[in-house]
């Protein structure tokens, strides 16, 4: 009888193991080819990789397919689905409540840059101790596929009158940037040599650690030309008036090279650019330079990957706070209500 594999874990100076399917999670239900399968096989790897306990871990997320991933991975912790764009809040409550708590917010494209782009900005300036995973498809895959703030300047939309976005759309990694997060990086679905390395250095960054994932919607964002299409209908002639089907396909894999730009043929037949950084062309301590290359790989229509910036001199948010060592979720209620004689003590001194 086969026996199932143990997975090394530490947590609060204490090793124990757990059966591989405590890093796994329910079967998921997003659609056959989806990049945000890909992602969330990356992440169960880079936690089995690091140790980290799901019992000391939490789960967050907003709305939308990209929020449906909590539900896939690390099936021993707890998770919570919030409102819409209020994911970073309930992320900031959370880690207030015990600092000790691993956080792993999984979010979308809109679901951050539109209705939660203050939360995410706010989060970023506090630097709340947290892996903020924006899985990036450029579209409101889950209502339709209407544009989100990610998507591209004169894309169109699939369905009938294919109108054309004509607002630029926001570069995540510069809002992360200019906002406060300590490490921010960029990378797409397909790649695991180089997101799982990124995934586990964000798990053990002690502060916001942001990384926008470009993660293809096989269903809605399928025009022709789109950075971020998997339009397999009109180039392979599947039916499109099958209202509700979606077809099987492969997840797209590649392995950039560092310096080089890499090609990407989406299921549509369309391309998209992906430029890995040489770690002797950028210093990730330099937020200027980050921010100038970002800037430079959009006009040359590239994304590009790779770990942009680390700052991990800056405090985090629990730090900052000079928060009791036990976590407040863990006090008890003579600490957390003291009596009148405590306050007058505390009165007589002001």
């Known amino acids: 009888m086969a026996t199932e594999t143990m997975i090394p874990v530490r947590s609060n100076g204490a090793g124990f193991s757990l059966p591989v399917t405590a890093f796994q999670g329910l079967p998921s239900t997003l659609c056959k080819g989806c990049g945000h399968n890909s992602i969330t096989s990356h992440l169960i790897e880079a936690c089995k990789s690091t140790g980290i306990d799901p019992y000391q871990t939490v789960k967050l997320s907003g709305i939308g397919c990209s929020s449906k991933t909590p539900a896939y991975f690390l099936q021993y912790?707890?998770?919570?689905?919030?409102?819409?764009?209020?994911?970073?809040?309930?992320?900031?409550?959370?880690?207030?409540?015990?600092?000790?708590?691993?956080?792993?917010?999984?979010?979308?494209?809109?679901?951050?840059?539109?209705?939660?782009?203050?939360?995410?900005?706010?989060?970023?300036?506090?630097?709340?101790?947290?892996?903020?995973?924006?899985?990036?498809?450029?579209?409101?895959?889950?209502?339709?596929?209407?544009?989100?703030?990610?998507?591209?300047?004169?894309?169109?939309?699939?369905?009938?009158?294919?109108?054309?976005?004509?607002?630029?759309?926001?570069?995540?990694?510069?809002?992360?940037?200019?906002?406060?997060?300590?490490?921010?990086?960029?990378?797409?679905?397909?790649?695991?040599?180089?997101?799982?390395?990124?995934?586990?250095?964000?798990?053990?960054?002690?502060?916001?650690?942001?990384?926008d994932i470009i993660s293809p919607c096989v269903t809605f964002n399928d025009f022709d030309g789109s950075t971020k299409s998997w339009d397999w209908a009109k180039e392979h002639e599947l039916p499109l008036q099958e209202v509700g089907f979606v077809p099987h396909l492969p997840e797209i894999e590649v392995e950039q090279k560092a310096g080089e730009a890499t090609r990407v043929q989406l299921h549509d037949g369309s391309w998209i650019v992906l430029r890995a950084i040489r770690h002797e062309e950028h210093d990730v301590t330099d937020k200027v330079s980050a921010v100038r290359l970002l800037q430079e790989s959009g006009r040359s229509h590239e994304f590009l990957t790779g770990l942009l910036y680390l700052d991990s001199a800056r405090p985090d948010f629990s730090t900052e706070l000079n928060v009791v060592e036990t976590p407040l979720a863990l006090l008890g209620e003579d600490v957390l209500r003291p009596g009148p004689e405590v306050l007058e003590a505390i009165m007589e001194t002001i």
Do not use: W
């Open 77 to 211: 912790s707890h998770g919570f689905n919030s409102l819409h764009g209020r994911m970073p809040s309930v992320a900031t409550g959370a880690l207030l409540a015990n600092h000790k708590l691993v956080c792993i917010g999984i979010s979308g494209d809109g679901d951050t840059a539109n209705i939660g782009l203050g939360q995410f900005k706010h989060a970023c300036r506090r630097n709340v101790p947290m892996v903020y995973i924006v899985e990036d498809n450029g579209c409101y895959g889950l209502t339709k596929g209407q544009f989100s703030a990610t998507a591209d300047l004169d894309a169109h939309l699939r369905r009938a009158g294919g109108e054309a976005n004509h607002v630029p759309p926001f570069d995540l990694c510069t809002e992360a940037l200019i906002a406060g997060a300590t490490f921010v990086a960029r990378s797409f679905a397909g790649d695991k040599k180089q997101l799982v390395p990124l995934l586990k250095a964000a798990l053990s960054h002690r502060g916001m650690a942001f990384l």
